[in-house]
């Protein structure tokens, strides 16, 4: 990151950041000439490569994905259930080929075949409508996915019926507490962060508030890029005042008053959702004189990595969305430089509920360790597939049973997107849902995603599929994440053709470079599904390797 | 509990936070990162992504160390360079596995290198290989790949520039460049395009150098490991095997900034300059002209022969020949009209020994008080100003003040161009949200930055300062406490600030009075604010005046005497502070003694032994423009030019020219036969900074030693050397030039040099004033002034009477100034590729004036004022305001100085180069 750029863009304020000139600005086309460009760096006081780079980061913006008639998803779980050669086929014939993008996952992992056509998605059956799609522009997507609950009070699928009533909480709250005594509700909540790393959210907020600034913000990481999940898909379209209802309280208790939604370009629904959902919140009149609080939605361009906290705070900024060292933490250098506190969607949608009472029945769910409830997303492999929202500590087998079961013959399952373990199904009854037991048998409840891999997969090339989305998504600052994920996608795929065996050694010692090397949990992190793989399915993938006493190629060294 | 509260207390204040390397216990110092921990420690950590003048940024990973909470417990790889280092740590730098780590990592950088690469057999030697070779890096296991330079475009590999080259097939991605561009000299210009894999590093909108907004700083190019970035002269560096090179460390002639250089030398022959890293004044950093602009060293254009006018021609002579007929001539000018009929201009390029020298010379062997320097054309009203507000005329504060500052004033400066080093540090401030009041009548780059740009009429500086200290005053916010303790003649001069018509002073100045009011009020409020000018403030008809204003707003607001406050003159030339330290003035001898006072007169007397009938001079002598009329009157007979291009760089050239012409003897010490030495009688090849020792004094009052890199061009000699001949020539017995001898002799005399010796200024320098002992001075006027309390001056705005005079037919207001490729008259720049980059001087007319005169950019514009007319290429632009022209004086076929005019600074006559008034006209 460079401060000059984060100093620069906090000028300029969340209202008009070069990133949103660059997407926005005319979304026909997606991308700006160079004498915009070149104007636009003169306004920002930036140089103009600095606006090239940043253009040339994101797939919707100046990358070879951009400008295109229409994407199909590419997503592990669409791969699984290969449903996507025929939908292809499809926009091919309509389109042409090189009309056709990729979109890595657009959250219908339910019923696959996804893709998105003049900025809206569809799935499932929506295909074979796909003229129809095409003349009509008002026509929606049939997309249809379970939501079940074993709650009995649901805290994150729980109806929103009246808004106003909603927020009268805030209001009641501010009378009744100090902010110090609301945010003991929270840390004693036991809530921690529901983007993956699971980290104690009222010591987060804590830190940011004690931290004194004029100037803070509470930013929500809508950028749900693991393929696999759409629990946040499903909160930003349902319940989108649960989420601006933690920020706002967030807002309140850290002293910061914009909240920044940042949400993936791939869930175009989404962003008009929660517009609408802002709206109605400023129309609430009773709020803005308890506090005042506005809300901002900054769009997304098509990059996995502006999941990653830094990035996604670069990404607002205007930077080149790469991972940043941290110290400093966003708490307390974040946007703009600005104490900010960065929650993902699922763990904002929780705040309600805790507030609701003194946090113990939230607390009383789960293990005492993890607490609360937690959204799964099962895929198609799933008789139901859909948003299963359950408590923290149920066990994985009797989710299973709810959703029906396996719709088809598995072999394993990918739980907590591309990054998160490859368990063999004979693992599964030992999980329940929560942080503790997927670490201990070696695995991740990350986000909570879980895709089935049939039968049918070769599992060398579901490695092979790893490696390659890492390459594809590695922002390229880390060397072992850039360079690493290329020359690991050339072993098995060498392997894969037959034109050299897998050194396993080489492998072993670049799954290591990688996880203890890696500046962030990308390349950190993909190491885990791929020796999940190596472990559990020795038999299949022996025989893409050599034998330990091979001779080794001469060296070019 | 055993221990009493007292033992427990001792105990926790005695405590200092440690942590373990390797097994051994160390304190560690709050804020440091692991990596700087242990590099302090002396325990290497291999990098590649790391500068330490840049950010730590994560990238390259081969940092990682292992690090544990306990000495048995788990642990944890971490990336040195950005995790802090925290107490109870246990770091373990070489593990077992932070070693295969850091290999691995190696092979796989090595993986996507030119497939020829091999650490062993590279020739450069360069960060890189040094890294691979220590680690043991000997096998790429791999099978060949795709590689990243695979798909690389023309402009990664880029020779477009005159310096600049680029070949990606060597960039490891550790973005040095892009960082170094960003955050050191603070362009932009580099950036990265794509990501992943993929990316590699790019300029402006992916173009070559040459079409890029690169200012050719060379900061990627010096920080790159590899070589990717380079410059043309780095590559002969590379070429040479580095046999037989050896690095002097110097300093640079080209501002008064002051870098410091470290000059490769093989054979006698310069090979490449870069810059040290460890320099506390630059950091490692230069602009073009420092690192690229040095081959007119050995131009052929170079003087190498004394010259003598016999029959009207200039000759090639002996040494002996013109000392001879130099000492004849001027005793018999000496004799016929007296010594005060003799003059010596000395030269702010020169050093401290030699300016000090010339004096000497012109003082006591001449005796006469006649001798000035071009700080007479610069900051003389800075000089003057600052003494009488202060006490002191030179810079309160340092540049490393930036980093305390919280609040930036700059006045009539273009630091980028002029002081570029500086300049980039003051836009690094600024970028990272430093709140920048800019009073200045361009659009400068530092303007573009400002919160405010009080874009004034030229010449109209007074107003505009003495309303903002009107708001000031009438808004509350003065340090009164300052004011009551440290300050006289608050109480008029607040009276008459207050008794101003702002309303008068905005139209006058042609500023919106709001803005100086929000200006002024958040430099006042500001905790410490520092200020800065140049000579758009000295170079006008109120320049004292100007300066004396200046010093009032840091009175107000008790800005001065502590670190990061202070008011302080951007010196143009690279030792003008120490040319009039030196005595080069015609009122004040070697540490400002004032010449006419009967104390100082024998004062310096008794310093140079000069018996009691021997003359010397008690009488104030002629200033330049004094000199100049004086020759032209028939008063003054010879004068002495070193190192100065009067014909080309002083305003009013005609009448330049006219007086030189009536001289009967003009000497010129020079390097190149220039405007002014064409007119010589005599000319005597001196020498430039590559070629000679001595020190130069920075504009923050820092003493540097200079290193001579290279022996002097057959057939010249040191300038200082020059003198000493001169001075035996004419019967004194001076010893051979010797820098660190003269130094000496130097500290006997400058009071505020007595602590210096050549050896203790070591590699950064001192700042004066130096006590015994070595101990130098950062910040002045710390618990008083110099001149005991500081002293508040009123003065009303006065137009110049080159507007009054002029304006009515020469509508136009005209300013000039330096850019970054040139300096001054160009004598040394254009002679080298820098003129490749600027060919020429550019007139900027604003878009309304253009428009008027129905002129487009690149036409060809008449500039004519009550002096003289030119011609020149206009360009339509954005930095000027209607009414008012700018352009450069780089250019010798120009001449801008045909048209500048006679009006002076009234108290120390330096010219009013800042405000000329001119018309224009197409060119058809």
Same mark, same amino acid.
């Given at each position: ?557 | ?115 020829? *690469? ?56 550790? %973005? ?115 690192? *690229? ?142 709140? =920048? ?36 005053? %009438?808004?509350? =916010? ?130 140079? %032994? ?96 200079? %290193? ?57 320098? =001192? ?154 006209? =197409?060119?058809?």
């Amino acid at each position: 990151m460079s401060k000059n750029l984060t100093q620069l863009a906090r000028r300029k304020g969340i209202d008009d950041t070069l990133f949103q000139r660059l997407i926005v600005s005319d979304k026909s086309s997606k991308s700006l000439s160079d004498e915009q460009k070149k104007t636009a760096a003169k306004e920002f006081l930036i140089g103009e490569a600095v606006v090239q780079g940043t253009a040339s980061f994101y797939d919707f913006i100046d990358g070879e994905n951009a400008n295109k008639k229409a994407y199909v998803c590419n997503g592990s779980s669409c791969l699984c259930a290969g449903t996507q050669t025929k939908v292809t086929e499809h926009l091919t014939n309509e389109f042409g080929e090189d009309q056709i993008g990729h979109v890595t996952c657009l959250g219908r992992c339910f019923e696959n075949s996804a893709f998105q056509v003049s900025d809206k998605n569809f799935s499932g059956d929506d295909i074979e409508n796909l003229s129809e799609i095409i003349k009509d522009k008002t026509s929606k997507s049939n997309e249809g996915y379970q939501v079940k609950t074993t709650l009995t009070t649901p805290i994150l699928s729980a109806q929103i019926n009246n808004v106003n009533q909603y927020y009268q909480q805030f209001a009641n709250l501010l009378d009744q507490y100090s902010a110090d005594e609301l945010l003991a509700k929270i840390s004693d909540s036991g809530l921690r962060g529901r983007g993956g790393a699971g980290f104690p959210t009222g010591f987060k907020w804590q830190s940011c508030r004690d931290v004194k600034s004029d100037e803070k913000y509470i930013v929500c990481n809508a950028d749900e890029g693991d393929a696999g999940a759409f629990s946040d898909r499903y909160l930003l379209e349902q319940r989108p005042h649960a989420v601006l209802y933690g920020m706002l309280v967030a807002g309140y208790l850290v002293g910061a008053s914009t909240g920044v939604l940042y949400i993936r370009d791939e869930y175009p629904a989404a962003i008009d959702i929660v517009e609408q959902a802002i709206e109605e919140f400023y129309r609430l009149a009773d709020i803005k004189e308890a506090f005042e609080f506005t809300f901002k939605i900054i769009r997304g361009a098509g990059a996995y990595i502006c999941g990653e906290e830094t990035a996604l705070l670069r990404s607002i900024e205007g930077q080149r969305p790469v991972v940043s060292v941290r110290p400093p933490f966003p708490t307390q250098s974040g946007l703009f430089g600005c104490p900010t506190v960065l929650n993902n969607v699922e763990t904002f949608a929780s705040i309600h509920f805790i507030l609701s009472d003194d946090g113990q029945n939230f607390k009383n769910m789960g293990n005492g360790k993890s607490t609360g409830s937690k959204l799964i997303s099962l895929d198609s492999s799933f008789t139901y597939p859909g948003i299963y929202e359950v408590a923290m500590g149920t066990s994985l087998d009797s989710v299973f049973e709810l959703a029906g079961g396996f719709s088809k013959p598995l072999k394993a399952l990918q739980i907590g997107g591309p990054l998160g373990g490859v368990v063999p199904l004979n693992k599964v009854s030992q999980l329940t849902v929560d942080f503790e037991s997927f670490a201990k048998a070696g695995f991740l409840l990350g986000h909570a995603s879980i895709i089935g891999i049939p039968n049918h997969t070769k599992m060398i090339e579901y490695i092979e599929h790893l490696f390659e989305f890492t390459a594809a998504e590695s922002c390229g600052k880390c060397y072992p994440c850039s360079l690493g994920s290329v020359r690991g996608h050339e072993l098995v795929r060498n392997a894969i053709s037959g034109k050299q065996l897998i050194d396993s050694e080489l492998l072993n010692d670049l799954l290591e470079t990688m996880q203890l090397g890696s500046l962030c949990a990308l390349g950190g992190g993909v190491p885990l599904p791929i020796q999940n793989v190596l472990q559990y399915f020795d038999d299949e993938i022996r025989q893409y390797c050599q034998a330990p006493s091979s001779v080794k190629e001469p060296a070019n060294v | 509990m055993s221990n009493s509260p007292t033992t427990n207390l001792t105990i926790k204040n005695s405590y200092k936070p440690s942590a373990f390397l390797n097994g051994v216990s160390h304190h560690i110092v709050k804020g440091e990162s692991i990596l700087e921990f242990c590099r302090r420690l002396e325990q290497e950590i291999p990098t590649l992504c790391d500068d330490y003048r840049l950010d730590a940024f994560g990238s390259c990973r081969v940092c990682s160390v292992d690090v544990a909470l306990s000495a048995d417990g788990p642990r944890r790889v971490m990336a040195s360079c950005h995790s802090p280092i925290s107490d109870g740590m246990h770091i373990y730098t070489h593990s077992e596995r932070v070693e295969k780590l850091r290999k691995n990592i190696l092979e796989l950088v090595i993986s996507d290198l030119p497939d020829d *690469y091999s650490p062993q057999s590279a020739p450069h030697n360069n960060e890189f290989d040094q890294v691979v070779i220590a680690n043991g890096v000997s096998e790429v296991r791999f099978a060949r790949g795709e590689k990243s330079s695979d798909k690389l475009p023309e402009v990664s590999r880029d020779q477009s520039h005159p310096y600049m080259r680029m070949n990606l097939d060597m960039c490891i991605d550790c %973005n040095r460049c892009v960082r170094a561009c960003d955050e050191i000299q603070g362009e932009q210009v580099l950036s990265v395009s794509g990501r992943g894999f993929n990316s590699r590093i790019i300029k402006g909108q992916d173009v070559n150098f040459d079409d890029s907004d690169c200012v050719s700083c060379g900061a990627c190019a010096q920080t790159c490991p590899t070589g990717a970035i380079s410059d043309v002269f780095r590559d002969n560096l590379t070429a040479e095997f580095n046999d037989n090179i050896e690095t002097t460390r110097t300093v640079c002639s080209y501002c008064g900034v002051g870098c410091n250089l470290d000059v490769s030398v093989k054979d006698n022959k310069i090979i490449s300059i870069t810059a040290p890293s460890d320099a506390e004044v630059n950091s490692g950093h230069t602009c073009l002209k420092g690192r *690229y602009a040095w081959r007119f060293y050995n131009h052929p254009d170079r003087l190498t022969s004394p010259l003598v006018r016999i029959d009207g021609e200039l000759q090639k002579v002996s040494w002996q020949y013109a000392f001879d007929y130099l000492a004849d001539k001027l005793s018999a000018i000496k004799s016929a009209f007296g010594a005060d009929a003799i003059a010596g201009i000395s030269s702010a390029r020169c050093t401290n020994e030699e300016n000090y020298l010339l004096q000497k010379m012109i003082r006591l062997n001449i005796g006469t008080n006649n001798i000035d320097c071009c700080a007479r054309v610069c900051h003389s009203p800075t000089a003057y100003g600052m003494q009488k507000s202060f006490g002191t005329g030179a810079a309160t504060n340092s540049i490393e003040d930036l980093k305390q500052t919280e609040f930036i004033m700059l006045i009539g400066a273009n630091p980028t161009a002029a002081h570029p080093v500086t300049g980039a540090k003051i836009k690094q401030k600024v970028m990272k949200g430093t709140p =920048l009041i800019v009073i200045d009548p361009v659009k400068t780059e530092l303007a573009r930055f400002a919160n405010w740009h009080i874009q004034l009429r030229p010449g109209t500086n007074v107003a505009v300062l003495n309303m903002m200290a009107f708001y000031i005053i %009438n808004e509350g =916010l003065v340090d009164q406490s300052f004011i009551d303790n440290r300050t006289e003649a608050y109480k008029e001069y607040s009276q008459a600030i207050l008794a101003l018509n702002i309303d008068e002073l905005a139209i006058v100045s042609g500023v919106d009075k709001t803005l100086v009011r929000e200006a002024a009020i958040a430099y006042a409020k500001a905790t410490n604010a520092m200020s800065f000018h140049g000579l758009g403030v000295t170079e006008h008809s109120q320049g004292s005046r100007a300066i004396m204003c200046i010093a009032d707003l840091v009175m107000l607001t008790g800005n001065i005497g502590r670190e990061g406050v202070g008011m302080n003159p951007l010196r143009g030339q690279n030792n003008v502070q120490g040319a009039a330290d030196m005595g080069c003035q015609p009122h004040q001898g070697a540490g400002y003694f004032p010449v006419d006072d009967e104390e100082n007169v024998n004062y310096y007397r008794e310093h140079y %032994n000069v018996g009691k009938h021997e003359r010397w001079p008690t009488d104030i002598g002629y200033k330049i423009p004094e000199m100049f009329n004086a020759a032209l009157a028939g008063d003054l007979k010879a004068l002495w030019i070193l190192g100065e291009d009067v014909v080309q760089t002083d305003p009013n050239q005609k009448h330049v020219i006219a007086s030189l012409a009536n001289l009967d003897l003009l000497v010129v010490q020079e390097i190149f036969l220039s405007e002014t030495a064409k007119m010589a009688d005599v000319v005597l090849p001196g020498t430039s900074f590559l070629e000679k020792s001595g020190t130069f004094t920075n504009g923050e009052r820092r003493v540097q030693r200079v %290193n001579a890199a290279v022996k002097p061009k057959d057939g010249c000699k040191t300038d200082g050397q020059i003198i000493v001949e001169m001075m035996n020539a004419l019967g004194y017995s001076q010893p051979e030039y010797v820098a660190e001898d003269v130094l000496a002799e130097i500290a006997q005399v400058v009071p505020f040099f007595a602590g210096i010796t050549w050896e203790n200024l070591g590699d950064h320098g =001192l700042q004066w004033p130096v006590s015994d002992g070595g101990n130098d001075t950062k910040i002045l006027h710390v618990d008083a002034f110099k001149r005991g309390l500081g002293k508040f001056h009123f003065y009303q705005f006065e137009e110049s009477s080159e507007i009054v005079s002029h304006s009515e037919q020469y509508p136009y207001i005209l300013t000039t100034s330096r850019n970054l490729e040139h300096y001054n008259a160009g004598t040394m720049t254009r002679r080298t590729d820098n003129k490749v980059i600027v060919s020429e001087d550019v007139l900027l007319v604003s878009r309304q004036d253009a428009k008027v005169n129905n002129i487009k950019t690149n036409d060809q514009v008449k500039l004519f004022s009550a002096r003289g007319e030119i011609e020149l290429k206009a360009e339509v632009s954005d930095k000027v305001k209607a009414g008012v022209l700018f352009t450069t004086f780089h250019f010798p076929e120009l001449m801008i100085n045909q048209v500048t005019g006679n009006v002076t600074d009234k108290h120390t006559k330096c010219p009013e180069y800042k405000v000329v008034a001119v018309g224009i006209e =197409l060119v058809s």
